[in-house]
């Protein structure tokens, strides 16, 4: 008997990945402060999930709700206030959720937030930085007019976002995962920052993975990854990918 090289992680090519039995699952791209798309994608959503009473419905929202886009509270408003009717939903966390977290709590997070789009989520919630002053104390007056306008509920949700979730042969996460590192100790910097040495990697990581971070002008179908970064907050192109036993589909706003 020849011994298999790579155990059991290696997918017997005769298997078409699929989801839960029954089960019907969406999954969101980066949103960005689009409200106006989130709100469009989820009629559609509706719209196309209407047609399968029967099943279980899963909406897997992959990260980055906020920044760069002119309406991040908004959009976080939407998520916690309209929740999709019927869905199970979650909610994982991206690298700006991230950065917004670590400037709440400490300010030298600030530079680094302002240069990814911070300054878009201070103005979705009523904080201008300061235009006097240096840098340092601009940043200390917005931390802490922030933390006076950002609603407990808000900070409750961001708090309780997930890195990973898993239906079926599909792992859902941000960024995307280390490769040759087993999905259930990959690294959180790796989950909300990875780039190329996962988009370019050939292996079988045991489950295709299906993230956003990094945008693409179509989704992005890879036999080991679904990128849905559609850059929905320049775009107007905002993507949920569609699984369904083995079937998979996109539902896109126009752009
Ligand atoms: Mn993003």
Redesign the pocket.
């Known amino acids: 008997m020849i011994p298999r090289l790579f155990g059991s992680r290696r997918r017997d090519p005769d298997h078409l990945p699929e989801v839960p039995e029954s089960s019907r699952v969406y999954a969101i791209g ?1 949103i ?1 402060g689009r409200v106006d798309l989130l709100g469009e994608l989820h009629e559609m959503v509706l719209e196309d999930a209407e047609r399968w009473p029967d099943r279980r419905k899963v909406v897997v929202y992959i990260g ?1 709700y906020v920044d760069r886009g002119l309406q991040s509270r908004q959009v976080i408003d939407l998520l916690i206030d309209a929740p999709l009717r019927g869905f199970e939903a979650i909610h994982l966390k ?1 690298n ?1 959720e991230d950065m917004m977290l670590a400037f709440l709590k400490d300010v030298t997070a600030g530079p680094g937030w302002m240069l990814n789009g911070g300054n878009a989520t201070l103005y979705s919630y009523g904080v201008n930085l300061a235009d006097a002053g240096n840098m340092d104390e601009r940043l200390e007056m917005a931390q802490a007019e922030l933390r006076r306008h950002l609603p407990q509920r808000h900070l409750d949700f961001l708090e309780s976002l997930k890195l990973t979730h898993a239906e079926g042969d599909y792992f859902f996460v941000h960024a995307g995962i280390r490769p040759g590192v087993a999905l259930d100790r990959q690294d959180e910097l790796d989950m909300l920052w990875i780039r190329d040495e996962f988009l370019c990697s050939p292996d079988d990581h045991g489950k295709v993975v299906v993230h ?2 990094t945008i693409t002008g179509e989704p992005e179908v890879r036999p080991n990854r679904i990128g849905l ?1 559609t850059g929905a907050f320049a775009s107007g192109t905002l993507t949920c990918l569609v699984l369904d036993g083995t079937e998979r589909s996109f539902l896109q706003t126009l752009g």
């Open positions: 980066d960005h980055d991206g700006h956003g971070h970064d």
